[in-house]
């Protein structure tokens, strides 16, 4: 009696096991090695792939092996191989039991490819302990295939429409500078005497305008720049730079600046020459525009303070500080300062002429170098930019 | 004095640089496009050339190339400008024998002159 009970027990659990992997809607398979003979297909495969358990059972595995895609195939069975290979040589318990998965295309028993997701697992050994039985789950990913495919699609056609932009915009800023720089030929003729003495009024009036169209040509020169930067156009040219004497060379080209708001820089630099590789043009470029943000953004009288050394830390690298005692940048302009076209407001902003996109710039700069920009600041209370550059560049 | 020959196709532009050289005492010959241009160095014979680098028809690329063709030694001293700086463009102009390369949006009356002098100084 026991025996039965027990035999109907098995029986019982069988069938709910055998009822549970027919119904289940992933391919249950699994092949011998040895014999490349299925033990076991479960009815998914009609479902997913349009054959029959038997048809699999009964050709084996060379025959399904012989559905892949032929793009697929190569990598498929290396995949195996070397998974099996690992299988049977490997010492840890992980090494010896991995799940490896797959993605390829099989052929549907009408024609088509389907693409499916498999988990292959040890399934026995033999005596020897080498894998003799292998049991792959697989789940139909079609969907998901086409869906990334269309994805990758519209990233393409955005990638190129973007790329368009800047490219049109490098046309059309290109373009600009030509009656730009006709007004500033005109202007300059009248300013610099090669026409006939100018009344005070007449002189005042023409320099605005020839400032004014001055600053259309600085917007031009920014927006070629971060075009460059964008459309990845920018090549950075490594050279030996002596980063103190660069900082120094930034600080004397916008003295006249200093001077005409009677502002004092002080720089302390830790060593007589730090010797860096970098694009120095560009890495002079980020210097003179922070300085000059530090300038335009403080008061008369105020003082800027510049430091730069090696950091000690594990990181290494070098620091650029410039700090400034001006009127800070308040929490809700922090989002938008390195963004394209923003200028924040605040109370010395209506007297600064810039494009916006300086930040945007340095920051782009700094970056391609492998570093990073920090800003600490808050209203009132001035601004500290720090530029660090990574401990790759410091190397000979 | 020196004879200069502006080539540039921006007649605007091509103006004031005559106004501006002619003040500064230069004898002026102008052209407004490279085409022009090469006949125009044939019958005047300038000591320096202003050159635009990009022209519709024959660039100023192509007046140089044509110019080196022509002519084993040239003796006239050559400025390129443009508003775009194009590297490659400006290499190749230096390798066809350009002195000297200036960004037109960049260069006042005065320092267009101080170019000038400077340019015609120097040794080809």
């Known amino acids: 009696m026991e025996k039965s009970l027990e035999a109907s027990e098995l029986i019982k659990k069988r069938t709910l096991i055998g009822d549970i992997a027919d119904v289940v809607p992933a391919m249950i398979a699994i092949y011998d090695i040895p014999s490349g003979k299925y033990l076991y297909v479960n009815k998914a495969v009609n479902k997913i792939l349009g054959y029959r358990p038997s048809d699999f059972t009964d050709k084996g595995v060379a025959y399904v092996s012989s559905l892949l895609h032929p793009d697929d195939v190569q990598q498929i069975l290396a995949k195996n191989q070397e998974a099996l290979d690992k299988a049977n040589t490997a010492v840890s318990q992980v090494g010896r039991n ?109 320099r605005l305008a020839y400032e004014n169209n001055e600053r259309q040509l600085h917007i031009v020169d920014d927006l070629l720049k971060v075009t460059q930067l964008d459309l990845d156009k920018m090549k950075l040219n490594y050279k030996k730079t002596d980063l103190v004497g660069l900082i120094g060379e930034s600080i004397e080209s916008l003295g006249n600046v200093f001077k005409k ?6 720089f302390k630099p830790s060593s007589k020459q730090i010797i860096v590789r970098v694009d120095p043009i560009q890495i002079k470029a980020v210097v003179e525009n922070i300085l000059e943000n530090a300038s335009n953004y403080s008061h008369l009288g105020k003082k800027i303070y510049v430091k730069v050394k090696k950091v000690r830390n594990e990181e290494g690298g070098i620091c650029v500080s410039i700090k400034d005692e001006g009127v800070g940048i308040s929490d809700k302009d922090f989002p938008r300062l390195f963004k394209k076209f923003s200028r924040i407001r605040n109370e010395l902003s209506d007297s600064v002429s810039g494009s916006g996109l300086g930040l945007y710039f340095c920051l782009k700069i700094i970056e391609l170098h492998g570093g990073y920009l920090r800003v600490r600041s808050a209203a009132g209370e001035g601004s500290e930019f720090s530029i660090n550059l990574p401990k790759k560049l410091t190397a000979k | 004095m020196a004879k200069v020959l502006i080539i540039e196709d921006e007649k605007h532009l091509n103006d004031a640089y005559q106004i501006v050289l002619k003040k500064a005492g230069y004898t002026i010959v102008a052209a407004y496009d490279g085409k022009e241009a090469l006949d125009v160095y044939e019958k005047d014979r300038p000591d320096l050339i202003l050159l635009d680098l990009r022209m519709p028809n024959v660039s100023g690329l192509t007046f140089l190339k044509t110019l080196n063709s022509r002519h084993k030694k040239l003796k006239a001293k050559i400025v390129v400008f443009s508003n775009y700086d194009d590297q490659k463009e400006i290499d190749e102009a230096f390798k066809l024998g350009a002195d000297r390369y200036i960004l037109k949006a960049w260069s006042s009356p005065t320092e267009l002159i101080k170019i000038v002098k400077e340019t015609l100084k120097t040794k080809k």
């Not at chain 1, 080498?130 to 990233?155: C, F, G, P, Y």
């Not at chain 1, 708001?261 to 002080?266: A, H, L, Y």
């Open chain 1, 98 to 206: 991995p799940v490896v998965n797959f993605e390829y295309r099989i052929k549907h028993k009408r024609g088509t490819w389907v693409w499916l997701h498999t988990d292959g697992i040890v399934y026995k050994r033999d005596k020897e302990g080498k894998v003799s039985h292998v049991l792959n789950v697989s789940i139909d990913i079609t969907q998901r295939k086409e869906a990334e495919d269309r994805l990758r699609d519209v990233m393409d056609e955005l990638l190129a429409f973007s790329d368009s932009k800047d490219e049109f915009v490098a046309i059309a800023s290109h373009q600009l500078r030509t009656p730009a720089t006709a007004v500033k030929q005109y202007l300059g003729l009248l300013l610099e005497g090669y026409v006939e003495p100018l009344t005070n009024d007449q002189e005042n009036f023409l």
């Open chain 1, 261 to 266: 708001k009677r502002q004092v820089v002080e």
